[in-house]
């Protein structure tokens, strides 16, 4: 109400591309954790783990935290299991490590960027950066904001060139007519 029609229409679109983007990339989030659960969950049952629902609903609760969350689970699973069969808890890390590095390179940038319109490249990049930059919330938030700014770069460049288009061809137009 307090913009002019223009502003508040370009405002409006911004505002709903951020919700987009951060509505896409919590619930890409909660599949891919979903997902992460439900393979440790059989990987666990071949591997013949105890207590395999707990570790890996542990897995997967721990797992929607970006970056830390999934070894913030694995550290008391271990402890459980280590205090059950030590060669348990060794098979656990291992398996744990394998599959982190399976979401974090591969299931997860896919998933993610599916959800949000990000190419899985670009999340990688997302994360190492605003991580690196701004620690545990720039991990949480990177993403999101990212693709926003992914989002909105791509539209300003289309309309660019659309705009840039439009003069060449009313430029070919003028050339083509006769002179009077």
């Known amino acids: 109400a307090i913009f002019p029609q223009h502003v508040a229409s370009v405002l409006s679109a911004v505002f709903r591309q951020i919700c987009r983007s951060f509505t ?4 890409g989030k909660i599949v891919d954790s979903i997902i992460i659960g439900i393979i ?6 071949l591997l013949g783990m105890p207590y395999v629902v707990l570790l890996s609903v542990v897995i997967g609760v ?6 830390f969350g999934p070894f913030m689970g694995a550290i008391p699973n271990t402890m459980i299991l280590f205090i059950i069969d030590p060669v ?5 890390v291992i398996f744990t490590l394998v599959l982190q590095q399976f979401d974090g390179n591969v299931l997860g940038p896919r998933i993610l960027g599916d959800s949000i319109g990000l190419p899985p490249l670009w999340v990688l990049v997302s994360i190492v950066v605003s991580g690196g930059l701004f620690g545990f919330a720039g991990m949480l938030l ?4 990212f693709a ?19 003069r060449e061809a009313a430029a070919a137009a003028a050339a083509a007519q006769p002179p009077a």
């Open 62 to 67: 721990t797992n929607v935290i970006p970056f």
């Open 40 to 45: 440790s969950f059989f990987a666990l049952q």
């Open 148 to 166: 926003v700014i992914y989002s909105l770069l791509g539209s300003w460049t289309r309309q660019r060139l659309a705009e840039k288009q439009e």
């Open 24 to 27: 896409g990339f919590f619930n």
């Open 142 to 145: 990177g993403v999101p904001l």
């Open 88 to 92: 348990k808890a060794l098979e656990y």
